[in-house]
């Protein structure tokens, strides 16, 4: 019987096409994972950028505007947002209205307004105001850390200056741009021991606000990647700064936090990046009235 076989020239004939496979093949799996990563990190930064953005400008939207401030550093001195140009503040700070008293159930908990002839130095009349439920609903949302005599009064229509807020050493007094409360029976008077509301400038529009919040962004490696930190549950003006309230972690790999304002609107932008694509960031925006 007379047996076939591959010929020299055959074999040299695949192992050839064999290799010429093995180049293009190996190259084109390279490129297929290679794309596989970058779609793969480009959604997850832009679904995260995305979610970041949209957390820090859903908690703006209810900010005292004249309280936002900016510092290059969570104890450094504390500049007006409008006056913060450059890329050199780390921490976007403010106070907010309390909106979820405001909301109530079927009417607000707390009224925002004060009846200025019932009212007087020692007592802010404040109509249809429920203590009892707006001091239950604080002590909810703080986990029982804070209630209405940790809370503060801000006047729609004051003369206002960041540094009267409360941000550097707490409110000696009553004059400054928000006001300590406690309250009696329906209506307000001041939590700080021996002042009362006398040469305050009254005003019949209010804001009550019981916290102040903070967005911090730090690079603890030094490697360009760092982590956007949010503190709320504290108050400036009884001298409590943002290190002492809570804090939750809502962003890693972050390469840029920059805001600015132009009048009362607000840009902020965030940019994350990661380690698996050398020198590739993108970046989220959003504008807050």
Known sequence: MKRTAFTMIELIFVIVIMG?????????????????????????????????????????????????????????????????????????????????????????????IIDLDASNAATLVSPDTNITAINALISTLSNSNSDISDAAIYFIGSNNDINSFGYVGGLANQNGSIHPIDAIANNFVSSQIGVDFSGVDLYEYYKLSWTANA?????????????????????????????????????????????MSIGSIMKIQVCAGSTLLEDYSLCKEKTIF
């Open 20 to 112: 010429i496979i093995g180049k293009f093949g190996t190259e084109f799996l390279y490129q297929a994972y290679e794309s596989f990563i970058f779609s793969n990190t480009n959604n997850k930064l832009q679904a995260r950028s995305a979610k970041t953005v949209e957390f820090i400008a859903s908690r703006l939207q209810h900010r005292i505007k004249d309280s936002v401030i900016a510092r290059t550093g969570q104890a450094s001195a504390p500049v007006g947002i409008g006056s913060a140009s450059g890329n050199t503040f780390t921490v976007l700070e403010w106070i907010s209205a309390d909106v979820d008293g405001f909301r109530g159930t079927d009417k607000p908990y707390w009224s925002g």
């Open 215 to 259: 967005i911090i962004w730090t690079d603890p490696n030094s490697d360009g990647y760092g982590t956007l930190t949010y503190f709320y549950d504290y108050q400036p003006w009884n001298n409590i700064q943002s290190g002492a309230g809570k804090s939750e972690v809502i962003m890693e790999g972050v390469t840029t936090f920059q805001f």
